[in-house]
């Protein structure tokens, strides 16, 4: 079995640079929405919540990792990782 290895590709500076803005602007929003979240919670507004806040670094490493086809579980504080594969709109 042959196992593509992303990691040994060149890419060039600028390559480079957009995808650590890229991981950084979903990083930033995902913590933004947890702060969010968090302030319905505290001011009444929401009965309750659970948020990701504090996860979004391996978060972003994990959705870097997984490959079409491979098999996840849902997780209550995965909101990271589904930004970085695409699947929510912010």
Excluded: H
Excluded at 39 to 61: C, H, M, S, W, Y
Excluded at 76 to 86: K, L, S
């Amino acid at each position: 079995m042959q196992i593509k290895n992303d990691l040994t590709k060149d890419i060039t500076f600028e390559d480079f640079k957009a995808e650590v803005l890229n991981d950084y602007t979903i990083a930033v929003t995902s913590r933004e929405c947890s702060l969010l979240g968090r302030r319905e919670v505290l001011t009444g507004k929401a009965k309750f919540g659970i948020f990701g806040d504090g996860k979004e670094l391996p978060q972003l490493a994990w959705a870097k990792a997984f490959q079409n086809g491979d098999f996840r579980s849902g997780y209550y504080r995965d909101q990271t990782f589904m930004m970085a594969i695409g699947k929510t709109q912010y």
